[in-house]
């Protein structure tokens, strides 16, 4: 375990941050676009401090087969492209929402009810968005 000291010196900036240009990115939109996934919005979350991520993906599917459908096809694309393996996935046994984190973008596929629910926009709602149809 790193001394304390060691943790305080490190900064935002020694991180290399990612855009709407990077490949992982790129993918993730291709992946859940080919899956039909609906109401597709990206925030951008890097100049919020609190914030865990650079980005979040947030798309939406009616039936919980497009939303595994959805949710393979990113792990595929990103893979493929990418050579990454998410770090961490939730949500994949009810798939009233699945959340897929790669560490500096998480992806956030959703049941209409559910994102209805938890309105992650309205929550982030200082981060600039984008919509990607």
Same mark, same amino acid.
């Given at each position: 375990m790193e001394p304390l000291s060691v943790l305080q010196? /490190? +900064? @935002? *900036?020694? &991180? +290399? /941050?990612? *855009?709407?240009? *990077? @490949?992982?990115?790129k993918a993730i939109i291709k992946a859940v676009q080919d899956k039909k996934a609906e109401h597709i919005i990206s925030l951008d979350l890097r100049k919020i401090p609190e914030a865990a991520a650079d980005f979040f993906v947030v798309c939406q599917a009616? *039936? +919980? +087969?497009?939303? /595994?459908?959805? %949710? !393979?096809? &990113?792990? !595929?694309? =990103? $893979? $493929? =492209? %990418?050579?990454?393996?998410?770090? $961490?996935?939730?949500? /994949?046994?009810?798939?009233?929402? =699945?959340?897929? !984190?790669?560490?500096?973008? =998480?992806?956030? &596929?959703?049941?209409?009810d559910a994102r209805k629910f938890y309105k992650l926009e309205e929550m982030w709602s200082d981060a600039a968005s984008q919509i990607h149809e």
């Open positions: 010196s /490190r +900064t @935002k *900036s020694s &991180v +290399t /941050r990612l *855009s709407r240009n *990077s @490949k992982i990115f009616s *039936s +919980t +087969t497009q939303i /595994r459908a959805i %949710c !393979d096809s &990113v792990e !595929d694309e =990103v $893979k $493929k =492209v %990418c050579g990454e393996a998410p770090y $961490k996935h939730e949500g /994949r046994q009810a798939l009233q929402w =699945v959340l897929i !984190d790669y560490v500096n973008i =998480v992806v956030h &596929v959703m049941h209409p």
